[in-house]
């Protein structure tokens, strides 16, 4: 049982209020320095407190306070950065803290950043941090890998605490978007100094935050569970903005005054598996299905009504641009796909032009996505959408025309060779769902109809995921979702900087690495959308991706979750969802 709150806190005992649902993909841990991947992240954004986070209600992407005491004080020339943070916020209580009540204060923003570039670690989001070119964090991580020990204790220039609640970045160059960063909990969320001590290279599963839940059980790959904390500070749900809409405003009249967060427990089981997931929900098993499986959308919608059984289960939907890429990295390190010359360019070209599109959104996505002309997400900063590129089209014809320009020629048997005479075989990394099985099937298809064999290595995302990023790998399959209203995310999958992290191909191009610096440096206007474009028009030109597909999302809800909807670049949204337990324990007719 679990004390009402709110608007409800009169009422007594209620019963506790559970949000069931489930991943897709299994997550890899809970150590925000540690992790990469959208599931990992989903769960740690919502233990662990960034200083500033993107509003509820709103225009998308709006950065505002969360434990900073207000919005970061900026020098006119966008290179330091000055934050303050609200006294009175706690850690949720943790052995490490030997039985005392350990507040948040600045000296953890620094701690937790300083971990990001400590070598032991190996963190993906370095590149993040070089990036932003930090005053003294590379010196210092150099002094690490040379010595074996990273100085926790040995102040730099570029990130001061200043006193116990005040904390200060330096930068070598203007970033005048560096402050949304600071509004992501799952990479930048303070972890307490004595945590990390304690339980050391287990720190994965042992997560201790100032978030809204705690970690309660885990069983990898099979079960998460969070708690609300009881330690939580008194936060209420906010009030909606002049540029709310319409459907947010209802929410901030329905639930004005609740506070935070409004259910007791989450539960997630990672189910990969499209058809089992789908029928753990609609048997009641879970409470909400974030993401429909995109094969199945048929069973969830006739054109763009509810089909007969999600109407007679009162099932709520909730449809609109997902935004993100589905997309092909390619391995420019590879001897085989990559290279920068003509011919090895051509081949990533053909496979591209090839590659049936049209088919992929018929059979995978069920027409719930829209060709990719660019790497560029819908929503998101230089988005057009009235551009055309070589990377939207399906022309089987010019594809094999390239190959033969380049010299990848067909022998008797109709397979083609490099241009060296040697064998040309492809090998593609997936994942073991029946999603993925498909996919495959129509990749194979369409390398096939240019000559070009292909073989497949099967393995669950995590482990693609650390192939990829150690450069161990031809070609994978998968989709980036942005983090944040800035396209700078997505430009990294390109910048030399970011090679074994978001870097996923390994291009390393002068050129690139100087527009995507300047793009950084510049502020919005006319010459920072310039360098999307041209940006962009490398990447369709040398091809180290094919962005295929931008998709659309749709979630599906019993009646007894309330609150929901999509919301853009946010990822700690429990604390906003509401649960009607009476009407849960009945369930749906």
Known sequence: MALATGAADAAGQEEQKVLRYSFEIAETGFDPAQISDLYSRNVTANLFDAPLRFAWLGLPGTPEPNTAAALPEVSADFRVFTVTIRPGIYFADDEAFGGQRRELVAADYVYSIKRIADPRWKSPSFGELEEAHIVGLQALREQALKSGKFDYDREIEGLQTLDRYRFRFRLERASPRFANGLADPSIFGAVAREVVERYGDQIMAHPVGTGPFRLAQWRRSSRIVLERNPGYREERFPVAPESASEQQKRLAQQFAGRRLPMIDRVEISPIEESQPRWLAFLNGEHDLLERMPRDLIPLALSGTRSTPVLQRKHIQTYRSPEI???????????????????????????????????????????????????????????????????????????????????????????????????????????????????????????????????????????????????????????????????????????????????????????????????????????QRLELVHSMATLLVAYAPYKAIVHRYKLALAYPWVQGFYNAPFIRDWWRYIDVDAPMQARGAP
């Open 324 to 526: 993100d890429v589905a997309l092909i990295a390619y391995n420019v390190e590879n001897p085989t796909i990559g290279g920068y010359t003509a011919e090895k360019v051509a081949l990533r070209r053909a496979l591209n032009l090839g590659l049936d599109t049209d088919e992929l959104i018929r059979s995978i996505y069920k027409y719930q996505a829209f060709p990719a002309q660019t790497l560029v997400q819908p929503g998101v900063y230089g988005y057009d959408p009235q551009l055309h590129t070589e990377n939207g089209d399906y022309d089987p014809v010019r594809a094999n025309a390239l190959l033969d320009l380049y010299g990848y020629r067909r022998g008797a048997d109709g397979w083609r060779t490099l241009p060296d005479g040697s064998a040309l075989e492809l090998e593609v990394n997936v994942e073991p769902d029946q999603r993925s099985r498909l996919t495959s099937e129509i990749f194979q298809r369409s390398f096939h109809a240019l000559g070009v064999r292909v073989g497949f290595k099967t393995g669950k995302w995590p482990e693609n995921l650390r192939l990829a990023q150690s450069g161990q790998f031809q070609i994978w399959f998968l989709a980036m979702s942005a983090s944040g209203p800035d396209s700078e995310g997505i430009f990294r999958l390109g910048y030399s900087g970011a090679i074994g992290g978001f870097d996923l191909s390994r291009m390393a191009m002068p050129d690139f690495d100087r527009e995507y610096r300047a793009f950084k440096e510049l502020p919005d206007g006319p």
